[in-house]
């Protein structure tokens, strides 16, 4: 039996295949890790300098540069982590390239990696119904008792009330020294360890789309409370815009 042979040419077919490259995607609350694979805190909001639109930033707090290895530049070099059990995944978001401890707990990375892209999304799991938030607007905490939330790396969404809209922290770092924290609002949200830098925000009555208030600095786990950094003081001392979802 004769069989014809094909008279398609497979390197026409192939080179009218798209190749689509599916580039990875941080996720307001994933996790930081750092060069040796050490996980640190949680990736915050999207944010641009605003006499610069074309500097983008993913903030966190300013205390994850403690006793964190650095690049050649001097700076500490952060990676994307996903929730869930993941392993280092060394997808580079790019360098710590502004931080302070006092008197404000804050941090930018400059994303300069092509490869990766950040978001206006919040990851929000356990939810079976909203398991991604979408940032609208920036919000003002103004009244004790309100409710927020928030996405870590560690705890995932927790939720809780504002206890005090002024208040002054007073932490220890690794050496007993002490420092002082201005421009927060205390919560009885629940943060752990790795949760420092996590997107504070509040639900709305148009989900998924939500506020964001402000970014969870640090908490105590035995009295869980936690202390949360004002969006707004951020955006009054920073030359900064936070990036919402069209």
Known sequence: MNYSKSST??????????????????LDGDGLHNIEGEQVCSAGLWMRDANS????????????????????????????????????????????????????DFGLIEAICPNISITTIINNFPSRIYRELFIKEVKSITTIGVHVCKSGYTSYSTCGFVLGINAKLVALDSANNSRITEGMMMTNLYMDKGDSGSPVYQYSKSLPY?????????????????GVLHLDVILRHYQLVVVVTP
């Open 9 to 26: 040419n497979t390197n026409i077919l192939e080179s009218k295949i798209e190749k689509r490259n599916i580039q990875p995607i941080v």
């Open 53 to 104: 639109p074309n500097k983008n930033y993913l903030a966190t707090a300013g205390h994850c540069a403690r006793n964190q290895p650095l690049n050649n530049q001097g700076f500490v070099d952060f990676y994307h982590i996903p929730w869930i059990f993941s392993p280092p995944t060394y997808r580079y978001i790019g360098p710590l390239k502004q931080y302070s401890f006092s008197p404000y």
């Open 210 to 226: 939500i506020p964001v208030v402000g970014i969870g600095i640090l908490g105590d786990v035995g009295l869980n409370l936690a």
